[in-house]
């Protein structure tokens, strides 16, 4: 059969926008159905502005640790309006670049939603395309369980865009998104509550780490209440809606909130694809299943990033997008790996981590050995702040390979790059040791560990 197109995409998120215009480049007809901006929720709704905003919410505490250093700052105010507008002014520049960036490569944009009509057809707008190849890059959205009063909340999509800060905030959840804006909202002056059902924060990372970040954050101002759940939500006045919200807890306490924000999960974005007309199996939470290729149980429809409920990283949809390039053009296998790969929370402090957590390990069976230390920042010597740093490095004793790196600290983002490249090429304790350190930086420590910093195991 003749089809409109090689290739159609349905998304224009990171990993949407990557193969799309690296198949165009190649030599495929390719267009790109996406119904909202440009960039998918990374640039518009995620990790770009949040970003932005958490700059912003830094220099909350930095005016306050600024006395240490000789700073007056009597009468600094901050403007939420000024902040919330330069960010959106940015995010309209990054969607201007993703247009000439489709553009150039010569890529259909169509704008509307699409959905299937068959594993070779989609609809946008009531107009039908068809194409040898369908990806499916939609992402994720968030996700916020149905009770009592939950029409009274909002999700991270709408904290970009509130026409004013609340005097008192709510967040809900203990993921990595709870934590960003819990520290947001509390450096920019809000009276922050961060309430999570279980007894601990950020699930999945390493245990030394959750427990230290969540001090830390305390230590910050955010007040952290775990094992705290709510039952309903209510206005304090039905005539304002968009006034104070009433929030009842499991536990019969009762307390006003300006905000509240659910940050408890995403889930692949697909009510509006049609899959079953494809002929598209779905597994947990409504992802798509696909094999190691990306390819979907319809042969001529491919797969990936959040929506197929992998690692929910912007990087991994690119890398995956580049990976499936290279399978439908080099005949290449796919064999992606998916450990090993760097990952920071832009908490206050932030989180950096990357290869295995203690227990990951111990699950593995691995021997292995650990060294860690925390420590007080030269930053906070003269700032007056009790913020502290961990560090962590997990060796495999049987090649002496480091298989874990893990801080929780300024800049743990940015050092974990670097260690993400030292992990990746198989970097062993050695290495590290024989690495002449840059003084005086917490990064330094990576490379200065001793046996005094053997951690006792059981």
């Given at each position: 059969?003749?089809?409109?197109?090689?290739?159609?995409?349905?998304?224009?998120?990171?990993?949407?926008?990557?193969?799309?215009?690296?198949?165009?480049?190649?030599?495929?007809?390719?267009?790109?159905?996406?119904?909202?901006?440009?960039?998918?929720?990374?640039?518009?709704i995620?990790?770009?502005?949040?970003?932005?905003?958490?700059?912003?919410?830094?220099?909350?505490?930095?005016?306050?640790?600024?006395?240490?250093?000789?700073?007056?700052?009597?009468?600094?105010?901050?403007?939420?309006?000024?902040?919330?507008?330069?960010?959106?002014?940015?995010?309209?520049?990054?969607?201007?670049?993703?247009?000439?960036?489709?553009?150039?490569?010569?890529?259909?944009?169509?704008?509307?939603?699409?959905?299937?009509?068959?594993?070779?057809?989609?609809?946008?707008?009531?107009?039908?395309?068809?194409?040898?190849?369908?990806?499916?890059?939609?992402?994720?959205?968030?996700?916020?369980?149905?009770?009592?009063?939950?029409?009274?909340?909002?999700?991270?999509?709408?904290?970009?865009?509130?026409?004013?800060?609340?005097?008192?905030?709510?967040?809900?959840?203990?993921?990595?998104?709870?934590?960003?804006?819990?520290?947001?909202?509390?450096?920019?002056?809000?009276?922050?509550?961060?309430?999570?059902?279980?007894?601990?924060?950020?699930?999945?990372?390493?245990?030394?780490?959750?427990?230290?970040?969540?001090?830390?954050?305390?230590?910050?101002?955010?007040?952290v209440?775990?094992?705290?759940?709510?039952?309903?939500?209510?206005?304090?006045?039905?005539?304002?809606?968009?006034?104070?919200?009433?929030?009842?807890?499991?536990?019969?306490?009762?307390?006003?909130?300006?905000?509240?924000?659910?940050?408890?999960?995403?889930?692949?974005?697909?009510?509006?694809?049609?899959?079953?007309?494809?002929?598209?199996?779905?597994?947990?939470?409504?992802?798509?299943?696909?094999?190691?290729?990306?390819?979907?149980?319809?042969?001529?429809?491919?797969a990936?990033?959040?929506?197929?409920?992998?690692?929910?990283l912007?990087?991994?949809?690119?890398k995956?997008?580049?990976a499936?390039?290279?399978?439908?053009?080099?005949?290449?296998?796919?064999?992606?790996?998916?450990?090993?790969?760097?990952?920071?929370?832009?908490?206050q402090?932030?989180?950096?981590?990357?290869?295995?957590?203690?227990?990951?390990?111990?699950?593995?069976?691995?021997?292995?050995?650990?060294?860690?230390?925390?420590?007080?920042?030269?930053?906070?010597?003269?700032?007056?702040?009790?913020?502290?740093?961990?560090?962590?490095?997990?060796?495999?004793?049987?090649d002496?390979?480091?298989?874990?790196?893990?801080?929780?600290?300024?800049?743990?983002?940015?050092?974990?790059?670097?260690?993400?490249?030292?992990?990746?090429?198989?970097?062993?304790?050695?290495?590290?040791?024989?690495?002449?350190?840059?003084?005086?930086?917490?990064a330094?420590?990576?490379?200065?560990?001793?046996?005094?910093?053997?951690?006792?195991?059981?």
């Open positions: 059969m003749s089809y409109q197109y090689d290739l159609f995409v349905i998304g224009a998120g990171s990993g949407g926008v990557r193969a799309s215009r690296v198949a165009a480049s190649k030599g495929y007809k390719v267009a790109v159905a996406e119904g909202s901006a440009l960039g998918g929720t990374c640039v518009n995620g990790c770009v502005p949040k970003k932005l905003f958490v700059y912003g919410s830094e220099f909350g505490h930095g005016f306050e640790q600024a006395a240490g250093f000789g700073w007056n700052t009597q009468g600094v105010s901050f403007d939420w309006a000024t902040l919330r507008d330069n960010k959106t002014k940015e995010i309209e520049r990054l969607n201007g670049i993703y247009s000439n960036m489709l553009n150039n490569a010569g890529v259909e944009i169509v704008s509307g939603f699409a959905s299937f009509v068959d594993d070779h057809t989609v609809e946008v707008n009531g107009v039908q395309y068809t194409a040898e190849r369908i990806l499916i890059a939609v992402g994720a959205k968030p996700f916020i369980p149905v009770f009592d009063g939950s029409e009274f909340v909002v999700s991270s999509n709408e904290m970009f865009f509130l026409d004013e800060l609340p005097k008192k905030a709510l967040v809900v959840g203990g993921g990595y998104i709870a934590v960003e804006f819990a520290g947001i909202l509390n450096g920019l002056g809000v009276a922050t509550s961060l309430a999570y059902r279980g007894d601990q924060l950020l699930r999945g990372f390493d245990q030394d780490i959750r427990e230290f970040a969540s001090e830390e954050y305390r230590k910050s101002g955010i007040d209440r775990l094992n705290t759940d709510v039952k309903s939500i209510e206005l304090a006045d039905a005539a304002q809606p968009e006034g104070e919200r009433i929030v009842h807890f499991q536990d019969g306490r009762s307390e006003t909130f300006g905000l509240v924000l659910y940050a408890t999960g995403r889930v692949p974005n697909i009510d509006a694809l049609s899959l079953e007309k494809a002929g598209i199996e779905t597994g947990k939470n409504g992802a798509v299943k696909v094999d190691n290729n990306f390819t979907t149980s319809a042969s001529s429809v491919f990936l990033g959040d929506v197929t409920d992998n690692i929910q912007t990087p991994v949809a690119i995956e997008a580049m499936l390039i290279s399978y439908w053009f080099d005949g290449k296998e796919i064999d992606f790996d998916y450990d090993n790969i760097p990952t920071a929370v832009f908490s402090p932030s989180i950096g981590t990357v290869g295995l957590s203690e227990q990951e390990a111990e699950k593995r069976g691995l021997d292995f050995r650990v060294y860690q230390t925390d420590f007080r920042p030269m930053k906070h010597t003269l700032s007056g702040s009790t913020e502290r740093a961990l560090m962590k490095l997990l060796v495999n004793n049987a002496d390979k480091v298989i874990g790196a893990h801080m929780v600290g300024d800049y743990s983002g940015e050092i974990m790059q670097g260690l993400g490249v030292a992990l990746k090429a198989g970097a062993t304790k050695a290495d590290f040791d024989a690495t002449v350190g840059v003084h005086p930086t917490s330094e420590e990576f490379v200065t560990f001793s046996d005094a910093a053997l951690k006792p195991r059981k």
